[in-house]
């Protein structure tokens, strides 16, 4: 996501397109193509999650406990880092006016996980910027994630999260309400284009983990499925979103479930920083711009990569170590 941002955040957004990525691989959108990834493992595991918590007593509120010590803590970081560091340095007002501004309050309103689409702007912060204001561009999403973590507890309330027809139902339904709200057909509203659009790699994710005994890892299959992720960029584009997730979700269950591949098991040793990379990069990227064009310099999209990946890697090393490795240490304790 950092460096599918790097380009439409200094306003560098058509040279992803003329670029050797694109020109090679056809990926239609790489911040669309890391969501999926996202979702995909996203769905594999809160499925296991959910499954592993249902063995034991109050297993539908440990479930819940361990979502919110997993995703809450970083967010709120990033969410106060930027509305109580970032804001007053870098806004253009003076600090009365930032703290009294009704913007700044509707920033922290994020912080309860309701609207669909976070608030972006903090009062004077990024005017100049190419992308106007907006703060963090990556947090919508959470709000979609924590959504999809609901429909499974409902599922499992129901006893049927094991119910691989329903799950398989689930996914048809929704790959139809995609397709119509795609074409605009039939449904024009956005928000149902959007959650529709990231519930297809959640949904093959849950179907991932629930048939992971059945489906068949190796090599050559494998090899097949990353032919027909590149075939499917090529040939459709991005009309071709529901057959790339599925070549996509058999490559990630490779890499994560075959032994002699199992790359997740080698990134995890010095800690799992992924999440705050998601949630830290975008302000920092925001900021290099921003610092770049109070010296009278456009910021390339290289240097916003690089420069913002190494900050972003600082702080989410930090934040892994001093704040979620921390919380994630209640999820052990007891529910009375």
Not at 32 to 43: D, E, R, T
Not at 128 to 147: D, H, K, M, R
Not at 245 to 274: E, H, I, M, P, T
């Given at each position: ?6 380009f439409a955040l200094t306003g ?145 309330i129901i006893k049927q999260h ?122 920092v990227q925001q900021i290099t ?48």
């Amino acid at each position: 996501m950092l460096f599918a941002h790097s380009f439409a955040l200094t306003g560098n957004g058509g040279a992803y397109v003329s670029g050797m990525i694109y020109k090679i691989f056809r990926v239609p959108d790489f911040g669309g193509f890391g969501v999926n990834i996202f979702f995909i493992l996203s769905g594999f595991l809160i499925m296991m999650s959910y499954d592993r918590c249902a063995l034991n007593k109050n297993g539908d509120a440990k479930y819940l406990k361990n979502r919110a010590l997993r995703i809450l803590p970083a967010l709120y970081a990033t969410l106060l880092l930027s509305s109580l560091v970032y804001g007053p340095l870098l806004t253009t007002f003076d600090l009365p006016r930032y703290f009294s501004d009704k913007d700044f309050w509707l920033y922290l309103c994020n912080v309860t996980l309701l609207p669909l689409n976070f608030f972006q702007v903090l009062p004077g912060v990024f005017p100049n910027n190419p992308y106007t204001s907006a703060i963090n561009g990556s947090l919508w999403t959470i709000t979609v994630e924590t959504a999809f973590y609901i429909m499974i507890l409902l599922i499992g309330i129901i006893k049927q999260h094991k119910n691989k027809t329903l799950i398989l139902a689930g996914f048809a339904f929704t790959t139809i309400i995609y397709a119509l709200a795609d074409t605009e057909t039939f449904i024009t509203n956005r928000y149902i284009l959007l959650t529709s659009r990231l519930l297809i790699p959640f949904v093959l994710g849950m179907l991932a983990y629930m048939y992971r005994d059945k489906i068949r890892l190796n090599v050559k299959l494998a090899v097949i499925s990353l032919a027909g992720l590149l075939l499917c960029f090529r040939i459709f584009g991005s009309d071709g979103h529901i057959l790339a997730c599925v070549f996509l979700a058999y490559l990630l269950l490779f890499l994560g479930l075959k032994k002699q591949w199992r790359v997740s098991r080698l990134l995890s040793k010095a800690g799992d920083f992924s999440y705050g990379v998601y949630v830290y990069a975008f302000p920092v990227q925001q900021i290099t711009v921003d610092l770049f064009l109070r010296k009278g310099v456009a910021v390339s999209q290289s240097a916003n990569f690089f420069i913002s990946l190494s900050f972003t890697l600082v702080l989410a090393i930090l934040s892994w170590h001093f704040i979620e490795k921390k919380f994630l240490k209640f999820k052990h304790s007891r529910l009375t």
